[in-house]
């Protein structure tokens, strides 16, 4: 496949399947022979990684230090793996990106939306993605699929919780429409994974 180089993002509250959607994005962009880059915020460089640690399984924090970390670990992630790839024609997967911080730490917890647009602008050097996917489920739905899983502190929410999560991507894609699909996660995975993949070759050719 002939392609130009592309910045996607996939979203959503948790258990919506974005991990795995991500992940099957970029086996078929690959098995189609196109240098593809997956990772994952916070989090897929060294020091990242440990943040992410560091927010999950720590004790709890107030949201203006979580967006400070969460947007350390997005500039290391922007600076040392994203700019370079787009730089070299490879297409990046993004498995949750600035969005998750205005959806949880924005409407879920309660900080500014302009602090978090004026932290996240300096976190990525005013780099958007060209093309964001919202995998849209109700969360009660979504916790009913991973029922057994052990929960990090954000699973551990209330269900008010991630009502304002969803809450917050619908209305970032509401004003954003010309880079946000909506997807619906409850659908089955093939199903999914064919929208999204339609849509990224509508893009790229
Ligand atoms: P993760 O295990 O990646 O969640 P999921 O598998 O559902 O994607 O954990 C990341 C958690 O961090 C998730 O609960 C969302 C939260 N988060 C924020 O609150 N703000 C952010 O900016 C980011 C990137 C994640």
Not at 7 to 20: H, M, P, R, Y
Not at 159 to 172: A, C, D, I, P, T
């Amino acid at each position: 496949m002939n392609t130009k180089n592309a910045f996607i993002v996939l979203e959503g509250v948790e258990g919506s399947g974005k991990s795995t959607q991500s992940q099957l994005l970029s086996q078929k962009l690959s098995s189609e022979g196109v240098s593809t880059l997956l990772v994952r915020e916070p989090g897929s460089t060294n020091t990242g990684e440990k943040i992410r640690a560091l927010i999950l399984e720590g004790s709890e924090l107030n949201p203006l230090t979580e967006l400070f970390l969460f947007s350390a670990a997005r500039s290391e992630l922007i600076q040392n793996e994203i700019i370079p790839a787009l730089d070299s024609n490879t297409i990046v997967v993004c498995d949750r990106y600035i969005y998750s911080s205005i959806a949880y730490q924005g409407y879920a917890k309660g900080l500014s939306l302009d602090t978090i647009d004026e932290v996240n602008s300096i976190a990525t050097s005013h780099i958007s993605p060209d093309l964001v996917f919202l995998l849209d489920i109700n969360p009660k739905v979504a916790f009913e699929r991973k029922k057994s899983d052990p929960k990090d502190r954000f699973e551990r929410e209330s269900m008010g919780f991630h009502n304002s999560v969803r809450k917050g991507y619908l209305s970032l894609a509401e004003s954003n429409q010309n880079a946000w699909h909506i997807i619906n996660a409850e659908k089955p995975t093939e199903i999914i994974s064919e929208k999204i993949w339609q849509k990224v070759i509508t893009f790229l050719t």
